[in-house]
């Protein structure tokens, strides 16, 4: 069992930066497959960016350029800065593990909910206007 835990969310104005951490147990953390995702309210949750046991990385074309996935694997932790908020980035945001991603590649990473077997309780990201 891996437990996923993020933190770091709160309320920034628009334009402002944010920084999610996500901490996951395991002694073979560095195998994972790591991924956000987020879910607005009356929305469906969403591919957000995610990153490969090589470091590789994928990202939503709505935050391309603007949020960096990144992950230390001594600390077990893997990180979402987000630049240049806007309103429409307001969404819980969601950690998930794939601990048996590498499996499939040092390189592999997935955009789909349901490649990912261990989730956060999500933490709260508001964007103002």
């Known amino acids: 069992q891996v437990q996923v835990v993020e933190s770091g969310g709160g309320l920034v104005q628009a334009g402002g930066s944010l920084r999610l951490s996500c901490a996951a147990s395991?002694?073979?953390?560095?195998?994972?497959?790591m991924g956000w995702f987020r879910q607005a309210p009356g929305k469906e949750r969403e591919f957000v960016a995610a990153i490969a046991r090589s470091g590789g990385t994928t990202y939503a074309d709505s935050v391309k350029d603007r949020f960096t996935i990144s992950r230390d694997n001594a600390k077990n932790t893997v990180y979402l800065q987000m630049n240049s908020l806007k309103p429409e980035d307001t969404a819980v945001y969601y950690c998930?593990?794939?601990?048996?991603?590498?499996?499939?590649?040092?390189?592999?990473?997935?955009?789909?909910?349901?490649?990912?077997?261990?989730w956060g309780q999500g933490t709260q990201v508001s964007v103002s206007s």
């Open positions: 998930a593990a794939d601990p048996r991603g590498w499996y499939r590649g040092n390189d592999y990473y997935s955009q789909k909910m349901t490649s990912y077997d261990y």
């Open positions: 395991g002694r073979t953390f560095s195998s994972y497959t």
